[in-house]
């Protein structure tokens, strides 16, 4: 009888030792990522983009946990990424700032590259990853100041087209973009555009330029709005 109390005592204390080492192979798994905050916006309609330049904003990362429940922030623990750098960048730390040379939205991410517990332990190994969205609002001289004799100064916009990508620059300065943007110049200004292509991509000429298609840099002379095309192959 003795031996099979003693039978009984041991199987319980086996069963015990191994659901421990199944939940401990469990502990802390993490399974999303939340960044705060969601979502932000710099500047307005009627501030050139440019203006925008340098501006931050502190992001967080908040990791949940199972086996316990639990948020923690795992802010210098994850990897960040923009995926438009050219409008805003992000550090290390989740620090985004804005370049000041294009305008929209953008996704900016924080990723644990992979999926262990706070011991160190593997679980599945996957992907866990969090977005929010920056924007910077594109200038369209809304609320903008006048030009001579009291008119709007007239706006200059810039559009791109191709498959490939790149930059443009003016002088004087107000625009800077990889992407569609807008600046305002007093009547009469010549305005110089560079065009300037990225990686592996090639300039394919302008559109609406008083100097033609393929002059590089080209030139405006601003009397009233207008838009024009730089194409990227």
Not at 15 to 32: F, M, T, Y
Not at 106 to 112: D, E, F, G, P, W
Not at 172 to 200: D, E, H, R, Y
Request: charged residues 5%.
């Amino acid at each position: 009888m003795i031996r099979k109390w003693l039978s009984i005592t041991l199987l319980v204390a086996i069963a015990a030792v191994i659901l421990s080492l199944s939940s401990c192979g469990r502990e802390q798994q993490l399974v999303s990522i939340q960044i705060q905050p969601s979502t932000e916006t710099f500047g307005a309609s009627d501030i050139p983009v440019i203006a925008n330049a340098g501006a931050q904003l502190q992001l967080r990362a908040l990791g949940s946990y199972i086996h316990p429940p639990v948020t923690k922030d795992i802010t210098n623990q994850v990897t960040w990424t923009s995926n438009t750098p050219q409008m805003m960048t992000v550090n290390s730390s989740g620090v985004i700032t804005v370049t000041g040379l294009a305008c929209g939205a953008t996704l900016v991410s924080a990723t644990v590259t992979t999926n262990m517990s706070a011991g160190g332990i593997s679980s599945s190994g996957a992907l866990v990853t969090g977005f929010m969205t920056g924007n910077v609002t594109c200038f369209t001289g809304t609320g903008g100041g006048g030009g001579g004799g009291g008119g709007a100064a007239p706006i200059l916009s810039l559009a791109f087209s191709g498959n490939g990508s790149g930059t443009v620059t003016s002088n004087p300065s107000g625009l800077g973009c990889a992407s569609a943007c807008a600046a305002q110049f007093a009547s009469g200004t010549t305005v110089t555009l560079t065009a300037t292509p990225t990686g592996t991509s090639s300039f394919g000429g302008w559109s609406n330029c008083d100097t033609g298609t393929s002059v590089n840099p080209c030139s405006v002379t601003l009397t009233a709005n207008r838009t024009v095309t730089a194409t990227f192959n």
